[in-house]
């Protein structure tokens, strides 16, 4: 596979057939650069050209920024998308052109141990979906005929080239910046409370911290009947939002001890979801399950970064720690289902979303440095 730097990743792999707009990433811990000529080649056998109709800017996004020497560069990001298939590879028989299609940043291969589980999002042979290229180790992106790196999906651009199995295709006509977010907020924080939580009808949750993903959790709780949801988060305006999406009490953690507030109106919830990826709250979470509870860990941490659990309380009241990965997600079972929550009213997404253009993408992630946004979605023009 091609690695940043080498004579193989500064070509363009493949012929560009079109131009667009894309916001780059150039260098860590700066701004990205938005182009007005990222040049995109066409697909090749089992690809889709996605033409966008909107991208999610999600914190995943932004680590990749701050957190250096993740990715090679330069990189498009923006894993959370929706749009229309524009064109097709030789071989595709899933979507066809003028699909409306929600875009999966993991591209499971269908064959490895975890495929065959039933456990998509921890497929093991993605190939160069997860390192900057395609499944094939190569790039359909470019500058001048310098190779540009995908970033799975690479939502932050008019056009987009993904894997079959990434465009996963939807009959419905909600608006684009909705299903976007089925892309990964709301796929993260329901699937954390349906499928990997597994939350039962009278259970108490707690949902620690309340952005795009916490909010999502907190709905899917709600869904799955949950008795009694606290969200506990800094800001009182996500507070407001999260009692509008289902939370029966909310915590203020500027004001007082969440851990405290938590266990004083449940003894300790069956489920507490850490939404955040900071060590500070995950020992929270920790803390604010009872007997039997379990906690489920959202948010992304650094890998350097650890925490320290008190085991013998965890033992002696069997008190469980999971991982949720992409809301342990299956887009075939599980995304007609969001999709029909969706236009049921079940599940509700305008009340938390902040339509913005691609060049405001900058801007947006200011606002999740200081927490102030629940979602913001590039709405392409034309979409």
Known sequence: MPTPGSAAAVLCDHRPVRTCRAAILEAYDAPLVIRDDLEVA????GEVLVRLGASGVCRSDLHS??????????????????????????????????DRVVMAWVAPCGTCRMCRRERPALCTEQGGYEAGFMVDGTSRYSLQGQTVHHYSCSTFSEYAVIPEVAAIRV???????HLALIGCAVTTGVGAAINTARVRPGDTVAVVGCGGVGLSA???????????????DTQTSKLALARTFGATDAVDAATA?????????????????????????IDQAIRMTGRGGQTTLIGMVEAHELTEIATMPMIVEERAIAASWYGTFVPQRDWPKIVGWLE?????????????????VNTAFDRIRTSEAARQVVVFDGA
């Open 42 to 45: 066409g697909p090749e056998p």
């Open 65 to 98: 920024i701050d957190w250096t020497d993740r990715l090679p560069l330069p990189s498009m990001l923006g894993h959370e998308g929706a749009g229309t298939v524009e064109a097709v590879g030789t071989g595709v028989e899933s979507v066809r052109v003028g």
């Open 171 to 177: 009959e419905t006509d909600l608006p684009w910046e």
């Open 218 to 232: 907190i709905q899917g709780a709600r869904i799955a009947g949950a008795s009694r949801i606290i969200a506990v």
């Open 257 to 281: 001890d969440p851990v405290e507030a938590v266990r004083e109106l449940t003894g300790g919830v069956d489920h507490a979801f850490e939404a955040l990826g900071l060590l500070p709250t």
């Open 344 to 360: 049921s009213g079940d599940l509700m997404l305008d009340q938390m979303i902040e339509r913005i253009a691609l060049d405001d």
